[in-house]
């Protein structure tokens, strides 16, 4: 479950990010697909539609018009994705376990998140704070969606013959 707990996070600052995680993770093989919807990770165009999106939601925090990342909309999205990533990064078995930890860590990240980034941009800015939040929020959440990085070889996908 600390898969789980680890893209919670992930989702707590950036709501995509997960997503186009989990759609890189599946698309490379190095998970299986379980959930629904999950296979269709395996076309490189909705992958790089995922990744896409995501990369929008990183320049958009940059700039000034940007919402909070507490707004209801904001909250909702990163509930939506965090369980579903959660879920995939779970054991059989356990997904609505780590879909409601994943859930939970992105509501309560959410906030330390912003309260931290807020406390950051009024001595280092919007862009430059946003810029390294990017780099480790993608960096983790890749990280975790990878199953050798974490040391688990539970998710990969069989060999193809």
Not at 87 to 116: D, E, F, M
């Amino acid at each position: 479950m600390l898969r789980s707990f680890l893209i919670g996070l992930a989702a707590g600052q950036r709501g995509i990010t997960p997503l186009a995680a989990i759609a890189l993770a599946t698309y490379r093989g190095e998970i299986r697909p379980s959930l629904p919807f999950q296979s269709l990770f395996r076309n490189p165009l909705v992958t790089a539609g995922a990744t896409a999106f995501a990369a929008a939601e990183m320049a958009g925090d940059k700039m000034k018009s940007a919402p909070d990342r507490i707004v209801p909309i904001g909250l909702a999205v990163r509930s939506v994705t965090a369980a579903y990533a959660g879920a995939a990064l779970a054991p059989k078995g356990q997904r609505q376990l780590g879909a409601v930890i994943a859930v939970g860590t992105a509501l309560a990240s959410s906030y330390i998140g912003w309260r931290l980034r807020c406390a950051a941009m009024e001595r280092y800015g919007q862009t430059s704070t946003g810029l390294v939040e990017d780099a480790i929020v993608m960096s983790g959440a890749l990280a975790v969606a990878t199953p050798q990085l974490m040391g688990t070889t539970a998710l990969l996908e069989p060999p193809r013959h």
